[in-house]
């Protein structure tokens, strides 16, 4: 299954959006999903995860206090708040599950699987 991820759009630095990321048929109850992001001419990097079930949350630390991970009472959306956005954050971001051999706290692309299409970020100066 491929996790369709939502949400994105231009924004001025210091203003918000908040992704959604989902796959259909299916809940993340029983998974973790993280978000990743890619900028032109970078690789893919770590956002934030969460596990569904306990709500345990870890962030990329340039993000810390300003993005939010969350997912809503069914386990079917994970959501990514993000605020006081800046010009770095442009980046189209994906979200995926997490392996279920991958450790708790994982960063790498590689522990994730079942990536979308994502949504484009783009923050102006």
């Known amino acids: 299954v491929q996790l369709q991820a939502s949400g994105g759009g231009l924004v001025q630095a210091g203003g918000s959006l908040r992704l959604s990321c989902a796959a259909a048929g299916r809940t993340f109850s029983n998974t973790a999903v993280g978000w990743f992001r890619q900028a032109p001419g970078k690789e893919r990097e770590f956002v934030s995860a969460i596990a569904a079930s306990s709500g345990g949350t870890y962030y990329k630390h340039s993000v810390l206090g300003r993005f939010t991970i969350s997912t809503d009472n069914t386990k079917n959306t994970v959501f990514l708040q993000m605020n006081n956005l800046k010009p770095e954050d442009t980046a189209r971001y994906y979200c995926?599950?997490?392996?279920?051999?991958?450790?708790?706290?994982?960063?790498?692309?590689?522990?994730?699987?079942?990536w979308g299409q994502g949504t484009q970020v783009t923050v102006s100066s």
């Open positions: 995926g599950i997490k392996k279920r051999d991958a450790y708790w706290g994982t960063r790498l692309e590689f522990d994730f699987r079942s």
